[in-house]
């Protein structure tokens, strides 16, 4: 099981990215998937996921109406088009596939079973 992460880079505030994560040696079918980043000296900090379910996309508040997640089944791939970009953004971005992505009375709940290497975005002031 592979999942990687690409398309970081470095961008001036207000500018955009999109990363991708592909995964390997499994079907992103039978996951729901989800992006986590972490910048310098912070804890790690979930941003995304889509529920397998309903495929509801959920987002931090960090990130809602800047960021947004889709998947391409049929490449295996999923997305995060980044616009907007502020220098708070500046972290390393991972991808991360798990059972469930869902919504609970005051969280979003999802636990990854596998992640993917990282990839650094950098945004500039």
């Known amino acids: 099981v592979q999942l990687q992460a690409s398309g970081g880079g470095l961008v001036q505030a207000g500018g955009s990215l999109r990363l991708s994560c592909a995964a390997s040696r499994f079907t992103l079918d039978y996951y729901t998937t989800g992006w986590f980043r972490q910048a310098p000296g912070k804890e790690r900090e979930w941003i995304s996921c889509i529920s397998n379910s309903d495929g509801v996309t959920y987002y931090a508040d960090s990130v809602k109406g800047r960021f947004t997640f889709s998947r391409y089944n049929a490449k295996n791939t999923v997305y995060l088009q980044m616009n907007n970009l502020k220098p708070e953004d500046t972290a390393v971005y991972y991808c991360?596939?798990?059972?469930?992505?869902?919504?609970?009375?005051?969280?979003?709940?999802?636990?990854?079973?596998?992640w993917g290497k990282g990839t650094l975005v950098t945004v500039s002031s």
């Open positions: 991360a596939a798990a059972p469930s992505c869902f919504r609970s009375a005051s969280d979003v709940i999802f636990n990854p079973a596998y």
